[in-house]
């Protein structure tokens, strides 16, 4: 059975986008209801038609507005890539507190099922992603707040040298691994 939970304090999971860092409540872009997401890897808006959700749909394929991506639908509705994804999640993990482990833990394998078998995004894992510094080892970790991804070896090179991100340039505070 699912367990529905509310994506509050929960940041924008579009790669580069500025709500990244901002954490806010999610609603529905069509009847702005409150969204929520279960551990199956589907999310859904709380308004419902004839007893059904009025919006539902895998998180691989759920289109994106946090309110910083422009006044075009084209631009403001934008998919998640896994990797943002996981950046966003790694931040909803208070949902641990609401949700326990056996949730987010479902969740997490989930997720990466629907990433695994999208045609819009591949992880790095299955893809080869090699790292953006070195071109040479696989990424294997991110770094906290920007999302950013690296290998573990020039990811701590960065931090020994100034805690600043290679891609974006902000200031990191940790950096975290990746699981595929």
């Not at 589907?42 to 394929?61: E, N, P």
């Not at 631009?75 to 931040?91: K, T």
């Not at 090699?130 to 906290?144: A, E, N």
């Amino acid at each position: 059975m699912d367990s529905w939970h509310v994506l509050d304090e929960f940041r924008c999971p579009v790669q580069g986008c500025e709500g990244g860092r901002i954490p806010c409540k999610w609603v529905c872009g069509e009847d702005n209801s409150v969204i929520q997401l279960a551990q199956t890897g589907f999310m859904k808006c709380s308004k419902t038609i004839q007893g059904k959700a009025a919006h539902y749909g895998q998180v691989s394929v759920w289109r994106w507005d946090c309110g910083r991506h422009g006044d075009h639908p084209f631009s403001r509705y934008q998919e998640a890539d896994f990797q943002g994804f996981v950046f966003a999640l790694s931040h909803a993990l208070q949902l641990t507190s609401k949700a326990g482990t056996t949730w987010v833990a479902t969740l997490c394998i989930e997720l990466n099922k629907q990433y695994m078998n999208s045609d819009t995004s591949t992880p790095a894992a299955s893809s080869g992603n090699t790292c953006s510094i070195c071109l040479d080892r696989p990424v294997d970790v991110y770094l906290i707040p920007c999302g950013h991804t690296a290998c573990e070896q020039d990811a701590q090179e960065l931090q020994k040298r100034n805690n600043q991100c290679h891609l974006c340039k902000a200031k990191f505070t940790s950096i975290n691994k990746l699981f595929f």
